[in-house]
């Protein structure tokens, strides 16, 4: 096993308001050190920002999260981020961020992020010796960019896909690059911890996951947090391609603290007979909006698409998803479903899009809600758009409070109201987990969801 941190030089504070501060001479401070390639990039990146209009809710996408009350960019201060520092032992990690460490089971490889930069990372010698690549994105400017200069914010997940794509291609200053050659496979899971803690900031990480031909590999992405006093914004790009054959698994965990922004883009794109499955859970900051774009790009590509959350308080969680069939005999099976208390919302809005010449396509698409208060609320909009004639889709969606007859059913054995409704609760979830048999995983998730239903 190695250790290995970045060792760039340090990235001073880019400014006092990020409506001042993120702007093109900031880009080019930011790309000081780095090669002109990416320097073009970022500034690229930033054009396309600029000219691209803040979404609101009139736009179908953003018709539910308004981004005028929700978030407050002008009282925003980038994040001081110094890339040049020593690897940081994990007795020296924040203690929640080491308490949630000590629920993981083994893994082959890990990273761990803190307030923008990677302070650790380990990779086993036996997959090293056979290509894998795990190591901190800042790194592989200079040690991969090959694979950087093919991959980042190009064709997966360009800046052009959205303003916040753009603004996170811009102004990204760390994160992971993991790349598992042909026709290795990863037995256990890799894992990667991002810990923010400064309140009044915003962090742009980013993600890039390539899995070659006949590979395997599966990877969990954990962000955290305390509670912050003052709003946070916490901006994540996820690249993922897996190619000819390749099997991938991508978990993330979004378990951070109130008062944070959390933002997550992701693409990934299954090339023929690629199998690329996600889990996306959702659990914590105020304010979490999730948009996953899933592309199937060769036939027998497949995904299953899964998501879970669980809302209290007043948060708020904006799920966008497309299950985009660009070939023919390519199938997409999508899953969310959340319960919401106290005065918590949930928004879902998914779309299957069959393009034209996609025949044989099977895709469906499920979102269910479970209300556990009067005043929690759930949107959901599921739509199709088909321009294929030989297909199978389906959609549907439904929002709900406890069954009472289940109910009536538990506590006619003896169990309290309280405690069947724990139960019923555990299993509505559960399904979802079960469909994604992930080592460590699924007993994560459910402990913490046990743990807030008991809290109760």
Known sequence: ?????????????????????????????????????????????????????????????????????????????????????????????????????????????????????????????????????????????????????????????????GKFQALNSAFWTDGVLLVVPQGVRVEL????????????????????????????????????????????????????????????????????????????????????????????????ASVSRLDLNAQLLGPGANSDMLGLYFGEDDQHFDHNTSQDHRAPHTKSDLLYKGALEDRARAVFRGVIKVHKGAQQTDAFQTNRNLLLSETARADSLPNLEISADDVRCSHGATVGQLDEEALFYLMSRGLTRHRAERLVVQGFLGEVLSRFPLGGVVEKVSGVIKRRLESH
């Open 189 to 284: 899971p890799i894992r990667v911890s991002r810990w923010i803690s400064e309140a009044g900031r915003c962090y742009f990480s980013r993600v890039l996951l390539v899995a070659e031909e006949g590979s395997q590999v599966s990877y969990v992405d954990e962000a955290l947090s305390s509670d912050l006093e003052e709003q946070s914004l916490f901006s994540s790009g996820v690249e993922v391609v897996a190619h000819e054959g390749a099997q991938v698994q991508f978990a993330s965990l979004q378990r951070m603290g109130r008062g944070t922004f959390h933002l997550s883009q992701q693409r990934t794109l299954a090339h023929r007979d690629a199998t690329l499955d996600t889990l996306n859970v959702t659990l914590g």
């Open 1 to 161: 096993m190695g250790n290995t941190t970045a060792t760039e030089p340090a990235l001073e504070s880019l400014g006092e308001g990020v409506t001042e501060s993120l702007n093109r001479d900031a880009v080019k401070a930011l790309s000081a050190h780095e090669p002109e390639w990416l320097r073009q990039r970022r500034l690229h990146a930033w054009s396309v920002y600029e000219r691209t209009p803040l979404p609101t809710t009139r736009l179908e996408e953003w018709r539910y999260t308004d981004l005028s009350r929700k978030l407050k960019l002008e009282e925003l201060t980038p994040a001081s981020v110094s890339l040049e520092g020593p690897a940081v032992a994990p007795d020296d990690f924040p203690t929640r961020l080491r308490q949630v460490r000590d629920e993981d089971r083994d893994s082959a490889g890990e990273l761990v992020e803190i307030d923008g930069r990677t302070v650790h990372r380990v990779l086993s010698d036996e997959l090293r010796d056979k290509g894998v690549i795990l190591t901190s994105l800042r790194d592989a400017v200079h040690s991969h960019e090959e694979v950087l200069r093919e991959h980042l914010a190009t064709q997966i997940l360009p800046p052009e896909a």
